[in-house]
């Protein structure tokens, strides 16, 4: 290690002879022949003769790792016997020693204030802080952390060590904004991954100061709330006023002005003051449109601020739409077919259903319209909420003939819609059903009312 006190050993050095050891054949003494290089002494090591211990013989400060040339030395050892007499036989190895680094050099600082802009509302990397550290780049004595220690209260930047530079990567992490402050000074301090060793601390030049301008750039309008919500019943009256709209512009030293436009209006139901944001209707607000989805209908709008270039913001209007009861409820099926002879005087079954919401709907009331049909042929008996079957009184001859069937809902006032029941007597003879006379042919009785009661089953399942 650097820096070691003098006489630190290194290592051992050991030789093997196959004479006899009892002999002075076998007994060995070591020397240091050469060392490579010779700087700063040319005597940096010492071995001991007879144990062959290698030791440091310079002081502390010439083991400086950061001022070797090179912190790896080559010692040729040469070992020989006859305890070292000139007529001894000799041997070599090379000893290899590395000085090893130690945590003995704080990072700095290359100086001591750094620069950076940034508009507001970005994010990234604003500006590199470079450190000189003299330890080894290979070990966490030169690897740097960096820690901000003043002047960031909102969490608004963070910093984190470049691995392949060592420098300090400073980032924005949440927009700034130049309404709220347009300057920005940061401390922040280096420290090593490892510790200084016990004499060395880290010093001034440990910290540094950023100073951080924000640059102003044309925002946004913003709408609030977003989305705005308004709640009217359907079918008012074409110009009721609906909301005005709020945008504010966050440019609040620019002093600009906004314009309001209709940026999506799918069914075409709105006008918009460009001025002052107030929104009305157009056209009637219909809850039953294929525009409208679960009551809601979405709008979107535009607020333009006069910034060169202009900046646009977007906001959602939703249109909760309550239900009146504008809608008369309607029947199926609107055709149907009965024997001339059938014993079962059962015609069809009938189903009602309405576009409106509930109370508007069911229970439905099913009649025949008696001002338009006799007493005593028709006969309509209710199922449920929702179905009615319509059977015949007795035979009738084979031909068509048109029911007129009149359908109230629940709603207040109530919606009444009267449609026609087209009934085709037809000539059944040998299981063969024969309408021709009464209109194109059609499907026989029972399978009409099968199908009719398998709709029932499922609605009422």
């Not at 044309?218 to 019943?233: A, G, H, I, L």
């Not at 709603?411 to 194109?440: F, H, I, W, Y």
Request: charge should be negative.
């Amino acid at each position: 290690m650097e820096g070691s006190p003098t006489g630190t050993t290194v290592m051992r050095m050991t030789a093997f002879d196959a004479d006899d050891p009892a002999t002075d054949n076998a007994l060995l003494r070591y020397n240091i022949r050469q060392q490579t290089p010779d700087k700063p002494s040319p005597n940096m090591f010492y071995i001991d003769p007879e144990k062959g211990d290698i030791v440091t013989v310079v002081s502390p400060a010439l083991l400086d790792r950061e001022t070797l040339e090179n912190p790896k030395y080559e010692l040729i050892i040469e070992a020989q016997d006859m305890a070292g007499l000139d007529v001894g036989l000799t041997g070599t190895a090379t000893a290899t020693i590395v000085i090893d680094d130690k945590n003995d050099h704080s990072p700095k600082f290359t100086k001591k204030e750094f620069q950076a802009t940034v508009e507001e509302g970005a994010v990234g990397v604003i500006v590199n802080l470079t450190v000189e550290d003299k330890d080894d780049p290979t070990t966490g004595a030169w690897r740097a952390a960096y820690t901000i220690i003043n002047g960031n209260p909102g969490q608004s930047f963070e910093i984190h060590t470049n691995p392949q530079t060592n420098e300090g990567m400073l980032s924005v992490i949440k927009p700034l904004d130049y309404e709220i402050s347009a300057f920005h000074t940061l401390l922040i301090k280096v420290e090593n991954e490892d510790p200084l060793v016990p004499d060395i601390t880290y010093g001034p030049s440990s910290t540094a100061t950023v100073h951080i301008t924000v640059l102003d750039v044309n925002e946004s309008p913003v709408f609030y709330p977003d989305p705005m919500t308004v709640t009217r019943r359907e079918n008012a009256s074409v110009g009721s006023v609906l909301l005005t709209l709020n945008a504010t512009d966050p440019d609040s030293l620019q002093h600009q002005t906004i314009r309001y436009s209709i940026y999506k209006d799918p069914a075409g139901w709105l006008n918009i003051n460009p001025i002052n944001g107030s929104v009305d209707t157009s056209a009637v607000l219909d809850r039953e449109s294929p525009f409208v989805h679960n009551s809601v209908y979405t709008a979107l709008f535009l607020a333009i601020d006069s910034g060169d270039p202009p900046a646009t913001g977007t906001g959602t209007l939703l249109i909760t739409l309550e239900d009146v009861n504008d809608n008369g409820p309607f029947i199926y099926p609107t055709v149907a077919e009965v024997c001339d002879d059938a014993k079962n005087l059962s015609v069809v079954v009938l189903g009602a259903s309405d576009k409106d919401l509930h109370p508007n709907t069911d229970p439905f009331k099913f009649e025949i319209h008696k001002q338009a049909v006799a007493d005593k042929v028709w006969k309509i008996s209710k199922i449920n909420n929702t179905h009615a079957l319509v059977s015949l009184l007795q035979n009738l001859n084979k031909a068509n003939y048109n029911l007129p069937i009149m359908v109230t809902d629940s709603g207040k006032p109530p919606m009444t819609t009267v449609t026609e029941l087209r009934v085709q007597v037809c000539s059944c003879r040998n299981s063969k059903v024969d309408c021709n006379s009464a209109g194109a042919p059609r499907a026989g009785l029972a399978a009409l009312l099968l199908t009719a009661l398998l709709g029932l089953a499922c609605k009422l399942a």
